[in-house]
Nanobody, 115 residues
Framework: QVQLVESGGGFVQAGGSLRLSCAASGSWFAINTMGWYRQAPGKQRELVATIASDGSPNYADSVKGRFTVSRDNAKNMVILQMNSLQPEDTAAYYC?????????WGPGTQVTVSS
């Protein structure tokens, strides 16, 4: 089992920045992909960004050029730097990890962007 805990959400005005962190514990070894998804009220959960164990990133088109995902394998952490935030980025953000074919999720952290 892998446990994921997010931190860093909050409230920010449009154009501002936030940094989300996620720490993995438990059976963290052999984690392949880590990353972030988000879910706004009344909408389905959607990909934000993921990063493979070799550091290869993958971004949703809506966040390309504004968000940066990074990974610290030594600390078992994944980071999401979010710049130029817009009201449409408002959502609960969930940390994600895949290990040996199983998906793991954190409890989520709220990001609210005001116009």
């Amino acid at each position: 089992q892998v446990q994921l805990v997010e931190s860093g959400g909050g409230f920010v005005q449009a154009g501002g920045s936030l940094r989300l962190s996620c720490a993995a514990s438990g059976s963290w070894f052999a984690i392949n992909t880590m990353g972030w998804y988000r879910q706004a009220p009344g909408k389905q959960r959607e990909l934000v960004a993921t990063i493979a164990s070799d550091g290869s990133p993958n971004y949703a088109d809506s966040v390309k050029g504004r968000f940066t995902v990074s990974r610290d394998n030594a600390k078992n952490m994944v980071i999401l730097q979010m710049n130029s935030l817009q009201p449409e980025d408002t959502a609960a953000y969930y940390c994600y990890a895949k290990r040996w074919g199983s998906d793991y999720w954190g409890p989520g952290t709220q990001v609210t962007v005001s116009s």
